[in-house]
């Protein structure tokens, strides 16, 4: 009997969200017709912001946590944030009950209203969301924090606003690892930099003293694997990045490089070149065994683990041109799945497990483009000069990557960058970055 | 078949072009022409030298790390000299144009430097005198972004080291 009641109960809210609630986004399919959303700067009473001087040197941190916010949705290109000039009401008072009518005016059809107070070396956040047509309210939060986590209020709203609205995972809340680059081609200087998802607080985690390439995050993102010539022997390493901890990851007599960690953490999936030939090897980072899943006198690199643990694909040139292939994880099965025109390289397998994101070489172009893991269903997402290496966003609906550009003949010209874009093909965007780029890898959530 | 309908049009495309910069005043494209074969470097600007008379570098076509007949004249030359001078070590690096995914390059990088290690043993030189690193597509010699430079950056290189 409770159990048909508590059924019931289910069914209804089932029944009532989807009666009342008037904005949801389809994410799926390319949006061109982006939700107009109000994002009220959360208000700040006199008191807190004396101490958000104090403790911050920002006199108003509620706007600056709402424009956080209003970027993190207007890049996501499923939102229009509207212009604040045309608010007709209070923050504060918006935040108690907004005046439906007033922000309806404006076209706004979801309100973000909300207030912080900084009191006791301590950030209080509460937030809310509002569907104006249905003149509702449709999710209230709260939060305490250190005051220095302030831009991460911001991209936790920024998520809870994305998953309330699109019924999926967010991904502002992530940071990126990448490759730093200065210099002229012929001598560039590469360092292994970290940041925020919207380009804010970069760290820089090596010194340039030799090559780095390709970090890659675990999946509780505290630790980076990546390729390091230290002592001008490519091996691949092991980086804590809150304790600045390196360590080379086992000894082998040659190259390794192109690693990743497997879903569960507990290996790292990698190339090891010797003799002219590149096969794939795992290492087991608590008891340190090796097994090689790959033996083969072709080139067999960039391994990536299905979600599951369960398959690999890599890239391998056995049937004469750089291909993708799918196997288990012991090795067996080895199949081909990529048959398009070109060379295909640097496969990644979706978070979600259903597709295989690549690049493909045709006719001078580079293409960033997603396939079924059977490689049926081949979609390319953008074309240009030179670009490469996606990475998926943790909820698997962006691809990060990294552009080049042509050089002159004198090699003027040449800039690398980080681009991002949507599953879709819509909303390509260059992600900002301090330096020239490459090599990006994106976290996982950090809140969940 | 084929191949004499190819070879006519080489021809033809020959003759044009002797047509062509007999019109216009001498172009560099033909200078260019000169400087490499099928997509392969045979020119010097960028080559340095073990010795006199020993490059110490050779180059390869895209994607490949096939020596060409060039290459093995002037490995057997490094081996020579490297009998003479049995106190000296190298290190033969790998590198690939930029035109590659970057950890593909890294392999072929290793691929190459190893094509011309093996050449080396094969004419008497220890392996143990030899080892070799691949830079995949990260240390190229000329930053250009067109086919004479990305055949430049296509080698492997041969240096002392110690």
Redesign the interface.
């Known amino acids: 009997m409770i159990r048909i009641i508590n059924l019931f109960f289910i069914i209804f809210f089932l029944l009532s969200s989807k009666a009342y609630s008037l904005i949801e986004i389809d994410i799926t399919r390319g949006n061109l017709d982006p939700l107009p959303i109000a994002v009220s700067p959360l208000f700040q009473d006199d008191n807190s912001k004396r101490n958000s001087i104090n403790e911050l040197k920002i006199e108003n941190v509620g706007s600056e946590i709402s424009l956080v916010v209003e970027n993190n949705l207007k890049i996501s290109g499923l939102f229009n944030p509207l212009s604040k000039d045309a608010f007709l009401q209070k923050p504060d008072i918006a935040h108690l009950k907004p005046r439906f009518e007033d922000w309806a005016l404006i076209k706004a059809q979801a309100l973000i209203t909300g207030k912080v107070t900084i009191e006791n070396k301590k950030l209080k956040v509460e937030f809310r969301l509002w569907d104006i047509l249905a003149g509702r309210e449709m999710m209230a939060l709260a939060f305490t924090t250190v005051p220095s986590n302030w831009r991460r209020v911001g991209h936790i709203i920024s998520d809870k606003v994305y998953e309330r609205l699109t019924g999926e995972k967010g991904y502002f809340d992530t940071r990126i690892i990448y490759v730093s680059e200065e210099g002229?081609?012929?001598a560039?200087v590469k360092k292994l930099a970290i940041m925020d998802q919207d380009g804010f607080n970069t760290k820089y985690l090596t010194l340039g003293n030799e090559?780095v390439?390709?970090p890659r995050f675990n999946p509780t993102s505290q630790m980076v694997t990546y390729?390091s010539y230290f002592k001008?022997l490519?091996r691949v390493y092991l980086l804590d990045i809150e304790t600045g901890t390196q360590e080379v990851v086992g000894d082998f007599p040659?190259?390794t490089?192109?690693p990743r960690f497997s879903p569960d953490g507990k290996k790292i999936i990698m190339?090891f070149?010797k003799?002219?030939?590149?096969d794939i090897y795992t290492m087991d980072l608590e008891n340190r065994i090796v097994e090689r899943i790959t033996n083969h006198p072709s080139?067999d690199?960039?391994p990536s683990y299905s979600p599951d643990n369960r398959f690999i694909t890599f890239?391998s040139?056995r049937s004469g041109?750089?291909q993708i292939y799918v196997m288990k994880s012991d090795g067996s099965n080895v199949k081909r799945i990529s048959f398009g025109k070109g060379l295909y390289?640097?496969p990644v397998w979706s978070p979600r497990g259903d597709l295989i994101a690549f690049?493909k070489?045709h006719k001078?172009k580079f293409y960033i483009g997603v396939m079924r893991t059977d490689g049926s269903g081949e979609r390319l997402l953008t074309e240009n000069?030179?670009q490469?290496?996606p990475s998926w966003s943790p909820n698997g609906r962006v691809l990060i990557f990294y552009r080049?550009t042509?050089?002159?003949?004198?090699?003027e010209g040449?800039s690398a960058k980080l681009w991002s874009i949507d599953l879709t093909g819509y909303n390509e965007r260059q992600v900002q970055t301090e330096t020239d780029a490459?090599?990006p890898s994106w976290s996982s959530l950090l809140s969940n | 078949m084929n191949f004499s309908k190819s070879f006519r049009n080489t021809f033809l495309v020959i003759l044009l072009s002797l047509i062509v910069s007999a019109c216009a005043t001498k172009k560099t494209t033909t200078k260019v022409e000169g400087q490499m074969q099928g997509d392969v470097y045979t020119g010097t600007d960028t080559v340095k030298y073990l010795a006199d008379g020993v490059p110490d570098r050779v180059f390869f076509a895209t994607n490949e790390s096939i020596l060409t007949t060039k290459s093995r004249d002037t490995l057997r030359k490094q081996a020579n000299w490297l009998r003479e001078n049995s106190s000296i070590n190298v290190v033969v690096e790998g590198h690939a144009d930029e035109r590659g995914t970057r950890e593909y390059n890294l392999a072929l990088g290793e691929r190459r430097a190893n094509a011309a290690k093996d050449y080396l043993i094969t004419y008497g030189i220890s392996a143990d005198r030899i080892s070799v690193i691949s830079y995949g597509k990260e240390r190229p010699v000329d930053s250009g972004s067109n086919p004479l430079s990305w055949s430049k950056n296509r080698r492997s290189v041969t240096v002392k080291a110690n």
Request: aromatic letters at 10%.
């Open positions: 002229p081609k012929t560039r090559l390439l390709t390729l001008n490519p040659g190259m490089f192109a190339s070149a003799d002219g030939n590149s080139i690199t960039s890239n040139d041109y750089q390289g640097t690049t070489l001078g000069y030179y490469e290496a080049e042509k050089s002159n003949d004198k090699g040449f490459s090599d």
